[in-house]
Structures are given as C-alpha cells and as structure tokens.
C-alpha cells in the first residue's frame, strides 16, 4: 500500500513537471509551483526528486511516453530518396505539431540549464542526425552537391523550419512538406 501510494506521488509530481514545462517552460518552472500544482509540499518533491537531473529525466521519460518520436525504421524500406523524405516529413511534422509548446519551451530554455541540456543532447539532436543519415542515400549527390544536400535536408527536418513554414507563413502540412521536398531536390 505505501510503495503504491509512493508511486502515485511520484507520478503526479512528475505529471505536474510536464504541464509546468509545456506552459511556461523547464526554466520558469519552480519547485514550489511542481509542489503546489501536485498537491505535495516542496520537502516531498525533493524526496522524490533530489536533484534537476532526476526530476528532468522523470519528465523526459513520462513525455515520451506520451508522445513517442516517431520511428525511422518504415522510411528506410523506401527506396526513392524524394518519398523516404516525404514519409520523414510527415511524421516528424506530425510529432512537431503534437506537442508544439514543449519542444519549443525546452528548446529554448535546455542550452542554459546543464541538467536539461544534457538530456536533450541525447535525445530529439541525436534522433534528427540519425534521421539525416537516413535520407542521404540515393540522391547521386557527391562532393559540393553533397554538402548542399545534407544542408537542406538538415533545414527541412528542423523544429524551427516546420513552425515558419506552419505556423508562421500558414502553409498546410502537406504543402510544408512539398515545399521542403521540392528545397531538397533544388539544393544540389
């Protein structure tokens, strides 16, 4: 009954961490208000949680589980390089626009918090390289004509690339992801 009850706490301080990082971001987000909005006191959340990086990897693995990234593993049965890239598109683009607020919120704050940034690094940075490399094959692209290629596919899978095109020039997402198609096929 106790490890229950234990656990339970544990999971509201966690879940009260992730809506305090989607609403006002990881670096605004305070201990007191983790307490406060999971009805604990600020002594319970450092027993569950003594230091950032524990209760930042709480957070990162409870949001993942909520929203995980997509897998690469269908696009590499694809064999046109302009379709893989399409597939990519869609789904990231689709995880982009599902959980918008949080990925912008740690973003934007995770360079300036060493525990956040470390959990970052290895995360979304480590996942859009692995990515990359994916959809490098089959373009005939060597030498200069490579780097243009691996530039413009970098962009078109980048978060802040998806919000101009979606959010702030108002393209459909099957229109963004054509627009960064047709970049990638023009860049080399």
């Keep these: ?6 656990a339970a706490t544990r999971r ?3 879940e009260a961490t992730v809506a305090l990082h989607r609403e006002v971001g990881p670096a605004r ?3 007191s208000a983790v307490a406060e909005r999971a009805g604990v006191q600020r002594l319970t959340v450092y027993r569950h949680f003594p230091d950032e990086a524990a209760l930042f990897g709480a957070c990162s693995s409870h949001w993942l589980t909520a929203h995980p990234i997509p897998d690469p593993a269908p696009w590499a049965r694809v ?6 890239l399409r597939a990519a598109l869609g789904a990231l683009y689709e995880w982009y626009r599902g959980d ?3 990925i912008a919120n740690v973003g934007r704050d995770a360079p300036g918090i060493p525990a956040l940034a470390a959990i970052v ?3 979304l940075p480590a996942y859009l390289e692995a990515v990359h490399e994916l959809l490098m094959p089959g373009w005939g692209a ?11 596919l970098g962009h078109a899978l980048d978060f802040e690339t998806w919000r101009s095109l979606e959010r702030r020039q108002g393209l459909e997402p099957e229109n963004a992801i054509e627009l960064m198609v ?3 096929r023009a860049a080399f």
């Excluded at 064999?79 to 893989?84: L, M």
């Excluded at 060597?142 to 413009?152: D, H, I, P």
């Design 1 to 6: 009954m106790r490890a229950e009850h234990e």
């Design 79 to 84: 064999a046109d390089p302009e379709e893989r």
């Design 100 to 102: 918008e607020a949080m």
């Design 121 to 123: 690094a290895n995360g």
């Design 29 to 31: 987000t305070t201990i």
């Design 12 to 14: 509201r301080i966690t």
């Design 182 to 184: 047709r970049a990638v």
């Design 142 to 152: 060597r030498g200069r004509r490579r780097r243009m290629l691996s530039a413009a």
